[in-house]
């Protein structure tokens, strides 16, 4: 079955060099209005029992790749106002804003949802930023997690495998 959809997502033109990982899609593709080149993994969420709705993720990624700089500009300026509101009057060194700082680097569609991958090198150069959109790309929820360069990657088959190890890891951690 999900060779029936990496065909369908292969020809449909959208990604290019793709491939099945596991049981998700992966080719990468252009962010134009992010002007970055980004690994787009797509996860039809085969675990939820049958078939992937191909027409859904498509739309999905054609929505993301095809944002338009206006779109990308909000979705910016919240992932912005999120962080900046987070660190608060905390002392900074770095001079650079971060709006000019933070590069995509990776998308993952799901049906219902899509996940952005940043890197801020000069403000947040240990770590991810990762930004949660609803199917209207707006911001849903927003991480800055540690980048650990020998971390173990660790697969999540759903979304909401992943929030729930975000959550477990974040309990742990607090007072």
Same mark, same amino acid.
């Given at each position: 079955?999900?060779?029936?959809?990496?065909? /369908?997502?292969?020809?449909?033109?959208?990604?290019? $060099?793709?491939?099945?990982?596991? #049981?998700?899609?992966?080719?990468?593709?252009?962010?134009? /209005?992010? @002007?970055?080149?980004?690994?787009?993994?797509?996860?039809?969420?085969?675990? #939820?029992?049958?078939?992937?709705?191909?027409?859904?993720?498509?739309?999905?990624?054609?929505?993301? &790749?095809?944002?338009?700089? =206006? @779109?990308?500009?909000?979705?910016?300026?919240?992932?912005?106002?999120?962080?900046?509101?987070?660190?608060?009057?905390?002392?900074? @060194?770095?001079?650079?804003?971060?709006?000019?700082?933070?590069?995509?680097?990776?998308?993952?569609? %799901? /049906?219902?949802?899509? &996940?952005? !991958? %940043?890197?801020?090198? !000069?403000?947040?150069? $240990?770590?991810?930023?990762?930004? @949660?959109? #609803?199917?209207?790309?707006?911001? $849903?929820?927003?991480?800055?997690?540690? !980048?650990?360069?020998? /971390?173990? =990657?660790?697969?999540?088959?759903?979304?909401? $495998?992943?929030?729930?190890?975000?959550?477990? #890891?974040?309990?742990?951690?607090?007072?």
């Amino acid at each position: 079955m999900i060779h029936k959809f990496r065909e /369908a997502i292969a020809s449909s033109g959208v990604l290019t $060099d793709v491939e099945v990982r596991e #049981d998700i899609v992966v080719g990468r593709a252009r962010v134009l /209005a992010a @002007q970055a080149d980004v690994w787009v993994n797509v996860d039809p969420e085969l675990e #939820d029992g049958g078939a992937p709705d191909a027409t859904a993720l498509l739309r999905g990624i054609d929505q993301i &790749l095809g944002v338009s700089p =206006t @779109q990308w500009g909000l979705i910016i300026d919240q992932i912005v106002g999120e962080v900046e509101a987070a660190v608060g009057d905390e002392p900074v @060194q770095e001079t650079t804003s971060l709006r000019s700082d933070l590069v995509l680097k990776s998308v993952v569609v %799901f /049906a219902g949802t899509t &996940l952005l !991958r %940043f890197e801020a090198p !000069r403000q947040f150069p $240990d770590s991810w930023i990762h930004a @949660q959109l #609803d199917e209207q790309l707006a911001l $849903d929820d927003l991480a800055v997690d540690a !980048r650990e360069v020998d /971390a173990e =990657t660790v697969p999540f088959n759903t979304i909401g $495998d992943l929030l729930d190890h975000v959550s477990e #890891d974040n309990a742990q951690r607090e007072p």
